[in-house]
């Protein structure tokens, strides 16, 4: 009995192994030799998402990342070496022309993978003014503002739901006043 309880800890354990180095080869933590290696050791790490160099490569399916990828924060590791949608985190640089200086963080590959940017650009003042929301304009005084809630404020509403609802078309005036989209380009746009 004694003999089998130590060969099912044995094994409990070993699984456990396994379990966490699959998870560190889904999550790009191991490079192509390391892969290599566990597998000629009997690992199966197949079923998994295997990192190929010039294939899946962050290098390769995002060259766009990889020149953004810190050259010495990363120890060894080069983007030619993880997966491009590694949920490991790693750290990243790039050159900010508004604060002429390099700005670092560290992110994972994959969230950079779907859109995730600097988070120092991403926290400037045009950035928030992007996320508050579209540029509008009182028709009557031509007055230009960065979102409906700043419209409410400097005409003294309540709140936006009013311009919002003028945008959208549900109903004609907010405050007494019409008010449209402006586009990027300053023109007035059609309310939506």
Same mark, same amino acid.
């Given at each position: 009995?004694?003999?089998?309880?130590?060969?099912?800890?044995?094994? $409990?354990?070993?699984?456990?192994?396994? $379990?966490?180095?699959?998870?560190?080869?889904?999550?790009?933590?191991?490079?192509?030799?390391?892969?290599?290696?566990?597998?000629?050791?009997?690992?199966?790490?197949?079923?998994?998402?295997? #990192?190929?160099?010039?294939? #899946?490569?962050?290098?390769?399916?995002?060259?766009?990342?990889?020149?953004?990828?810190?050259?010495?924060? #990363?120890?060894?590791?080069?983007?030619?070496?993880?997966?491009?949608?590694?949920?490991?985190?790693?750290?990243?640089?790039?050159?900010?022309?508004?604060?002429?200086?390099?700005?670092?963080?560290? $992110?994972?590959?994959?969230?950079?993978?779907?859109?995730?940017?600097?988070?120092?650009?991403?926290?400037?003042?045009?950035?928030?003014?992007?996320?508050?929301?579209?540029?509008?304009?009182?028709?009557?005084?031509?007055?230009?503002?960065?979102?409906?809630?700043?419209?409410?404020?400097?005409?003294?509403?309540?709140?936006?739901?009013?311009?919002?609802?003028?945008?959208?078309?549900?109903?004609?005036? $907010?405050?007494?006043?019409?008010?449209?989209?402006?586009?990027?380009?300053?023109?007035?746009?059609?309310?939506?």
């Amino acid at each position: 009995m004694a003999g089998g309880a130590k060969s099912e800890a044995a094994e $409990a354990k070993r699984a456990k192994y396994i $379990a966490k180095v699959r998870k560190a080869y889904r999550d790009g933590e191991l490079t192509c030799a390391q892969a290599d290696a566990l597998r000629a050791a009997g690992v199966n790490l197949d079923r998994f998402q295997p #990192n190929k160099a010039g294939v #899946n490569d962050l290098a390769t399916k995002r060259p766009d990342l990889a020149a953004e990828w810190h050259p010495t924060k #990363n120890g060894d590791l080069e983007p030619s070496a993880i997966l491009a949608g590694s949920h490991r985190k790693f750290w990243w640089r790039h050159w900010c022309d508004k604060t002429q200086s390099w700005n670092e963080w560290e $992110a994972a590959a994959a969230s950079r993978a779907k859109g995730a940017g600097c988070p120092h650009c991403a926290r400037s003042s045009e950035a928030r003014i992007g996320r508050q929301g579209k540029i509008v304009r009182c028709i009557e005084t031509g007055e230009v503002y960065r979102s409906c809630s700043a419209a409410a404020r400097a005409v003294e509403l309540k709140n936006a739901v009013s311009i919002r609802r003028v945008l959208l078309g549900k109903q004609k005036t $907010a405050g007494g006043l019409h008010w449209v989209y402006v586009d990027g380009s300053g023109k007035a746009g059609k309310s939506e």
